[in-house]
């Protein structure tokens, strides 16, 4: 059975796991900022998993990565590591985690677009119709809920989306040739001496007036969504294509404004369900069309 196709193949379990990961991350980030200010998030959560990863590519005596291979290492770091965190949480000090949410679906245009550029995937046209239906819904659905009203924070998560297709596609490239969970441990981990170091310069003065919820946030954004998430949705890209894994993302803002109104007692409207359920379509049937003509 094509492993493109099949309902259950290893790539789209790998990848739909990993969104459920990433579809908490940003609330999980508006909870860490309620007690850190960006700067300190951004460092500390790459430190975080910098560290688990420093540990588990020397207990498994990985290989160093060659020279060919760094520059797309620090293209994953700039994107996923910093970039997309930090702009993200940038963006939440601007607006609400519900609004940063629905901007996450264009994340396959994004990732997809990417994949094209690098030469990783060419789907048929009707794919990219569906693709485009389907971040319409998501840009109707900002917009329904206000979504242009903040500009600064809009900004914020439009460049972080397109920086962060960019950091998924070419990870994708990547983890072929040296696995999924390699390409992020590695590309944390040669990262650690700068996030590490950026940490300690940017650490609260005063830590007694945190709160619990802040270090669970950042707890979640260090471990799950720095490493576990990226493990498996880089799994799920190079078994199942940049292109067909990629719109599985469209799924990801109504899994994280669910979760947002379980952590962070926000509304799930109607109208909500319905996108929902467009946005659903969508991801059908951009995956039937994700393969090559």
Not at 2 to 26: D, E, I, M, R, Y
Not at 57 to 85: D, E, K, N, W, Y
Request: charged share 5%.
């Amino acid at each position: 059975m094509n492993k493109q196709t099949s309902p259950f193949s290893p790539g789209l379990v790998s990848g739909f796991l990993g969104v459920v990961v990433f579809s908490a991350s940003l609330p999980a980030t508006k909870l860490a900022l309620s007690g850190f200010d960006p700067h300190f998030l951004t460092f500390a959560r790459a430190s975080l998993a910098g560290l688990l990863s420093l540990v588990i590519v020397l207990a498994l005596r990985q290989s160093l990565p060659h020279m060919s291979q760094l520059m797309s290492l620090a293209i994953v770091s700039a994107c996923g590591i910093i970039g997309f965190p930090f702009l993200t949480a940038q963006a939440l000090n601007y607006i609400s985690s519900a609004q940063s949410l629905v901007f996450t679906a264009l994340l396959p245009l994004t990732t997809a677009i990417f994949g094209v550029i690098l030469g990783e995937s060419h789907p048929k046209p009707a794919f990219w119709i569906f693709s485009v239906l389907g971040s319409v819904c998501v840009a109707g659905f900002a917009l329904f809920k206000g979504g242009f009203g903040v500009m600064t924070g809009n900004l914020y998560m439009l460049v972080a989306v397109i920086i962060c297709g960019y950091g998924y596609a070419e990870g994708a490239r990547l983890s072929r040739k040296m696995g999924g969970w390699q390409v992020i441990s590695w590309a944390l981990a040669l990262t650690l001496p700068l996030s590490l170091s950026l940490a300690f310069m940017c650490a609260p003065h005063n830590w007694s007036h945190i709160p619990l919820k802040a270090y669970g946030g950042l707890f979640y954004v260090g471990f799950f969504s720095m490493w576990i998430g990226f493990f498996l949705w880089y799994r799920g890209l190079s078994k199942g294509g940049i292109a067909s894994i990629g719109q599985l993302q469209l799924l990801q803002p109504f899994m994280g404004l669910s979760i947002s109104a379980l952590v962070l007692h926000e509304v799930i409207s109607p109208i909500m369900v319905v996108v929902s359920l467009a946005v659903v379509g969508c991801v059908a049937g951009a995956r039937h069309f994700s393969k090559s003509s």
